[in-house]
């Protein structure tokens, strides 16, 4: 047996990772694949080599586009329990393309517009960029440019043109267009069909059956050629062996518009079985023509609830200002949106929105945070506090300075992962994805065992009753409310969840976050703000103030930056370091030409051989819920520095709520076991463990994880990157490091513990409604087929029309839609606010 390590590139999730590791096990000579997506790894054993074109192909054949390179050595047995923290990387999420509303191929992203191959569906475009602004003239509408300005034949300022509509609007235009001329042919279509239902009939006394007969056919050529791209997607289906909803719309009204067009021109020509009693062949132009506009009114409703499923990223598109106001020598120069770059000052007047993120540099207000983070009492903002894309500012102006613009915004980080994972699969989706495969084989086999039993002893005209109930059975067996179920669901869950301040990486996590039994947290801006003070430094000594500044302004951890931003108040001068080394989880190590600096834990000066000093002043300070650091020069201790974090206001109703749930929450933290303990206690969590190193944290993911437990870990920083990746839900505090984020499946805007609540309570609403949608689906076939196919009749006479069918079929996706929008109105009124 031999085992190699390969670098592999484009994975983004656990649901990547599952993909890559099914795809290279197909390989026969392959006894398993192992993928690290922290270090980007993957681990394969085989029997025998296996070039790697052969592992690349693989790749390619499952539809994967995961860049697999040269082998780096053979592996041996490693004993660090901890990879590699991931780096943080480009969003690979595609910014053009359409994709299926009903994920035939999974994520699958198409070129050009157009139908599925597989279910025929109108392909849906992405909206994961910010729609482009165009100005125009009011009184000159034919003048149009990219940016503000000036018309040039009268000199009014441009305006923003009107966004033109999305793709979803003109489909639902199109359709209603069709929808309006179908039903000017099929309602009188319908009338005379039924002529001999009105009293007396009357319609058949003004002219001859015959002409009748051929003014139905008149009034369904029309509705059929309206109709004809679902005979075009049925024929496809049938080619290309992909067989779907219109392969039963196509047959089934294919088949009664071809017999009637037969019957009409050679009725001499058929057997007595499809005549009736006077000897007449009945005809279907009205159940074509009706069933056609029923299936057209179905995919209109569809059309038009799809387009309301994706109002949340809608929502977000339109957050983004059109223009914003630059500041340029001194004065004030309004420009497009397009055009602000990095470092640009930017004046935000009162009411407007933000237009890029930064931070203020001149200027206090409020600003209303709610369309990002869910919350909706706006947040004070001062000098030196950051500003996002998006937000609503109060009423007061500010200066801003521009340092994350475009695709790099908060804002279009949180569209591209909404669009992205209202594209992905829940796992539930697998069951019908199974059913669904054998489940027009299964109809087509019905139908025909319908037509044949009618043929064989139904009564006169048996071949008629046979056809027209075969043709019931394919019409009311239409899939598409199966198909529709999961994907609906997911998508208004997912951009509900955007709205309320909850990121979720793909469907996938979303369903298992309601499995998870088990919390484990970070203390460091999870539980507490994450924006600590310097209390106290004992005893007091320029000194060590200046060691501790020096040490803690190369170091991105949030106590060094509570340091440096103390001792700036106190104009401390700083000591030239000729080296720094970072020592994860116990402090930071420093040298000069002639001293070795030392800041940190006490386990940083057992690794220094430092003897301990202030240890009465220590454990008091810490008793009070306050992190303490050694300050070292030489070998000695010249003084500790004591660090105050406040807990977060909502993180003890969080912790609380998840108890309710029955979520074990356990505290993991670097911080020595005294603080830890204040903080635990304080907030009523019973089990922690203090001084942790990143190595810990895992390892107690992967302790829980072998007891069957289903862990989520939530964090903030660097050293937690490991643990989220390892967990079975990794969530990320928004307010933290990317690499936390870029290893999690779900992001926290705000950084509020009360965010993980929103996201289980919209777990449970989505699998439940989802649950519900299924049953829908399948409840209309369980009772619609036997009925169809006649099974009421010998009893109590009854037969199921093709139209009633078409009805039901349509009814049935509806209802579907109409559950998976009721999610809006669910989650507003429940938790999630």
Not at 2 to 13: A, R
Not at 99 to 108: A, F, L, N, S
Not at 580 to 608: C, H, I, P, R, W
Not at 696 to 720: R, Y
Request: aromatic share 6%; proline share 6%; with cysteine.
């Amino acid at each position: 047996m031999m085992e190699h390590t390969y670098s592999i590139t484009g994975l983004s999730c656990k649901n990547c990772k599952a993909k890559a590791e099914a795809a290279l096990e197909q390989l026969d000579s392959l006894s398993s694949a192992d993928v690290d997506l922290a270090a980007k790894q993957v681990t394969i054993k085989m029997h025998k080599h296996i070039p790697l074109d052969e592992l690349k192909q693989a790749l390619l054949t499952a539809g994967l586009d995961y860049q697999i390179q040269l082998p780096q050595h053979h592996l041996a047995p490693q004993s660090s329990p901890s990879p590699p923290p991931r780096q943080a990387k480009p969003s690979s999420t595609p910014t053009d393309g359409y994709y299926c509303p009903m994920h035939c191929e999974g994520e699958k992203i198409y070129p050009a517009p157009g139908d599925c191959p597989v279910c025929g569906m109108d392909l849906v475009p992405l909206a994961t960029d910010m729609p482009k602004t165009h100005f125009t003239c009011p009184s000159h509408p034919e003048i149009e440019q990219d940016t503000p300005g000036a018309c040039p034949i009268c000199g009014m300022d441009l305006v923003p043109k009107e966004a033109d509509l999305s793709a979803e609007e003109k489909n639902y235009l199109e359709l209603r267009k069709k929808m309006r001329i179908a039903s000017v042919f099929a309602i009188p279509l319908f009338i005379v069909s039924m002529g001999e239902m009105i009293p007396h009939n009357p319609i058949v006394h003004l002219l001859p059956q015959q002409t009748w007969n051929w003014i139905q056919c008149a009034l369904c050529l029309p509705i059929v050629w309206i109709c004809r791209v679902f005979f075009q997607r049925a024929w496809t289906s049938i080619v290309t062996l992909k067989l779907n909803m219109f392969t039963l719309v196509g047959l089934g009204t294919g088949i009664a518009f071809l017999f009637s067009i037969f019957a009409l021109l050679f009725a001499d020509s058929l057997p007595a079985e499809f005549r009736t009693h006077n000897g007449s062949v009945h005809l279907y132009f009205e159940a074509t023509g009706v069933i056609l506009t029923l299936v057209l009114l179905g995919q209109l409703l569809e059309a038009r609830a799809h387009s309301k499923t994706s109002g949340a990223m809608k929502a977000l598109l339109g957050l983004a200002p059109s223009t914003t106001t630059r500041i340029e020598d001194g004065e004030d120069i309004t420009i497009a949106l397009s055009q602000v770059t990095k470092g640009d000052h930017l004046r935000v007047k009162p009411g407007e929105k933000i237009p890029v993120d930064g931070h203020i540099i001149s200027g206090s207000t409020h600003i209303d945070e709610s369309m990002l983070t869910g919350e909706s009492l706006p947040v004070a903002k001062h000098p030196d506090d950051q500003v996002h894309s998006g937000s609503i500012n109060g009423n007061h102006s500010f200066v801003m300075i521009a340092e994350k613009v475009g695709s790099e915004t908060r804002l279009s980080h949180i569209i591209q992962m909404v669009n992205a994972a209202s594209r992905s699969r829940a796992p539930i989706q697998k069951l019908a994805d199974s059913l669904a495969q054998y489940f027009v084989p299964t109809v087509l086999l019905i139908s025909l065992l319908t037509f044949i039993i009618w043929a064989l002893w139904g009564p006169t005209p048996a071949l008629a009753y046979a056809l027209i109930n075969a043709v019931s059975v394919l019409i009311i067996s239409c899939p598409c409310a199966l198909g529709l179920a999961t994907p609906m669901a997911v998508m208004v869950g997912i951009g509900k969840g955007a709205q309320s301040g909850v990121l979720i990486k793909d469907a996938e996590s979303l369903e298992r976050l309601h499995h998870i039994d088990t919390l484990i947290t970070d203390k460091t801006g999870t539980l507490t703000e994450g924006k600590p003070s310097v209390h106290s430094i004992s005893p007091e000594s320029p000194e060590a103030l200046s060691v501790a500044a020096s040490l803690a302004q190369h170091s991105e951890h949030p106590l060094s930056k509570a340091i440096t931003q103390y001792a700036l108040t106190s104009h401390t001068p700083l000591i030239e370091l000729t080296q720094f080394s970072n020592v994860s989880g116990k402090g930071v190590v420093g040298e000069t030409t002639t001293d070795t600096l030392a800041m940190g834990n006490q386990k940083l000066l057992e690794q220094l051989d430092i003897p301990l000093a202030y240890q009465d002043e220590c454990h008091t300070l810490q008793q009070k819920g306050m992190t303490v650091s050694f300050i070292c020069k030489s070998g000695v201790v010249l003084a500790i520095i004591a660090i105050a974090d406040a807990i977060k206001n909502s993180a003890k109703n969080a912790i609380n709520s998840l108890h309710n749930d029955g979520v074990n929450v356990i505290m993991l933290t670097g911080d020595n076991p005294r603080t830890a303990a204040s903080v635990a206690k304080e907030l009523g969590i019973a089990q922690f463990e203090a001084e942790c190193l990143p190595e810990d944290k895992i390892q107690k993911v992967k302790e829980l994880q072998s007891q069957g437990h289903c862990v989520a870990m939530i964090g903030d920083g660097i050293n937690d990157s490991p643990a989220l990746s390892q967990a079975d839900i990794g969530i990320a505090m928004g307010t933290g490091s990317d690499i936390a984020m870029e290893s999690s499946e779900i992001t926290l805007v705000d950084g509020q513990l009360n965010g993980l609540t929103k996201a289980l309570t919209l777990s449970k609403a989505v699998i439940k409604n989802i649950k519900q949608n299924l049953f829908f689906a399948f409840i209309y076939n369980a009772l619609g087929v036997p009925i169809a196919a006649g099974i009421l009749y010998p009893h109590f006479g009854i037969l199921l029309s093709p139209m009633i069918a078409a009805a039901a079929m349509s009814f049935s996706s509806v209802s579907v839609i109409s559950n998976s929008l009721r999610l809006k109105k669910y989650i507003s009124k429940g938790q999630m606010k």
